[in-house]
């Protein structure tokens, strides 16, 4: 009696770890083409300071060639 109910826990167990792989979670994000919906980069805003644009040109002008 006490092993059959061993298995039987066990079998429960054993069920429960593999439903828990099937979970989805529900805080997906959708997309849409051509829109960036993600946190705003903050590159971008380095980009618009003209020091640093120079530099980029410097260091990439060696790339042209490729």
Excluded: I
Excluded at 26 to 44: H, I, M
């Amino acid at each position: 009696m006490m092993a059959r109910r061993c298995v039987l826990a066990a079998g429960a167990l054993a069920l429960a770890v593999a439903l828990s792989g099937c979970y989805e979670s529900s805080d997906v994000t959708r997309f849409e083409p051509g829109q960036y919906k993600g946190a705003d980069d903050p590159l971008l805003a380095k980009l618009e300071d003209p020091e640093f644009r120079a530099q980029l040109d410097a260091r990439f002008d060696g790339q042209r060639d490729r």
